[in-house]
Each structure stands twice: as C-alpha cells, then as structure tokens.
C-alpha cells in the first residue's frame, strides 16, 4: 500500500506559478514510479507529467510542456510539480499517482495508487 497526499493548491492570477507537493507514506516510494493527473469539471481525468523512480526519466503531456516540472526527492518521500506560466485552462482538481516500477505511463488505470486531490484556480 502508498497512502499519497497532495498540497499547495490553490487559487493564483494568469501567468502565476504553484508548486504542488504529494507526500507518500507507506511502501517504499522509491520503489514507484510517480504520475501527476488533472481533472476539470466536466471533463476526464487527463495526464500531465510523470517520472520514473530515480528520477533520471520523465516526461509531460504537450499541453504543459516548457511550463510544468516534475522532480521528486526520495529521501523525503515527496514528489513536485512546477507550474508556471499558468493559465485559465489549467484550472483542475490535481492528483498524484502512484505505480510501481514498471516505465513511465500516461493513462490513469496505468497506476495503482492516488491522492484525493488539490485544487488549483487560475483566473484570468
């Protein structure tokens, strides 16, 4: 089992920048590979970034590409995502993901385990 939570959500100007953070808890998280997922209402959960579980591979879906970075540091069990240049279309529930060493995956059934969310509003 991972027990994955998500922080630094929240509500930032067009242009802005966030830093969100997932802290894992339980099975070696260095043992996973780590993915970070969005979800606008009414729309499917969508891939954002994901990196492998040394951190020496990652990789981003075109819509962020340039202006989101994904890192993690396996000594505090924590993995990052970077976003700047915000814009309104950003505006999502953001998730964590979690699965375990196998290669870098875009699609959510790809991975095992998941936080509950945190929000990020970019007005315009």
């Known amino acids: 089992q991972v027990q994955l939570v998500e922080s630094g959500g929240g509500l930032v100007q067009a242009g802005g920048s966030l830093r969100l953070s997932c802290a894992a808890s339980?099975?070696?998280?260095?043992?996973?590979?780590m993915g970070w997922f969005r979800q606008a209402p009414g729309k499917e959960r969508e891939f954002v970034a994901a990196?492998?579980?040394?951190?020496?591979?990652?990789y981003y879906a075109d819509s962020v590409k340039g202006r989101f970075t994904i890192s993690r540091d396996n000594a505090k069990n924590t993995v990052y995502l970077q976003m700047n240049s915000l814009k309104p279309e950003d505006t999502a529930v953001y998730y964590c993901?979690?699965?375990?060493?196998?290669?870098?995956?875009?699609?959510?059934?790809?991975?095992?385990?998941w936080g509950q969310g945190t929000q990020v509003t970019v007005s315009s």
């Open positions: 993901a979690a699965r375990p060493i196998i290669g870098l995956a875009t699609r959510a059934h790809e991975y095992d385990y």
């Open positions: 339980g099975r070696t998280f260095s043992s996973n590979d």
């Open positions: 990196i492998n579980w040394s951190g020496s591979s990652t």
